[in-house]
Nanobody, 123 residues
Framework: VQLQASGGGLVQAGGSLRLSCAAS????????MGWFRQAPGKEREFVSA????????YYAVSVKGRFTISRDNAKSTVYLQMNSLKPEDTAVYYC?????????????????WGQGTPVTVSS
């Protein structure tokens, strides 16, 4: 599976961005898809994940209520709608794919990673 993330950019605090991650390879719907982020000098952290059937999306506490994950299996694409952005959301955002049907939050449990797309939120 190859993953290509896009949609990052520079936005003012309070603004919105939508990230996309296009996948190629094995049946997209068989993977749990996740978004992670890594700020300068910090470890990569979980942001959100969604199962293959789009049931029970899961969010980190820091983004719950502001971010929405979704997927379009017909287009083999997962999205992350980010609203009410804060400067602390500034990071490189990565999409990842995990085999199996259980949503997981640890980076080590994801099998494939995209290249990352940078998001900068100015105050």
């Amino acid at each position: 599976v190859q993953l290509q993330a896009s949609g990052g950019g520079l936005v003012q605090a309070g603004g919105s961005l939508r990230l996309s991650c296009a996948a190629s390879g094995r049946p997209f719907s068989s993977y749990v898809m996740g978004w992670f982020r890594q700020a300068p000098g910090k470890e990569r952290e979980f942001v959100s994940a969604i199962s293959g059937s789009s049931t029970s999306p899961y969010y980190a506490v820091s983004v719950k209520g502001r971010f929405t994950i979704s997927r379009d299996n017909a287009k083999s694409t997962v999205y992350l709608q980010m609203n009410s952005l804060k400067p602390e959301d500034t990071a490189v955002y990565y999409c990842a794919a995990a085999r199996g049907g259980v949503i997981v939050v640890f980076t080590t449990l994801y099998d494939y990673w995209g290249q990352g797309t940078p998001v900068t939120v100015s105050s």
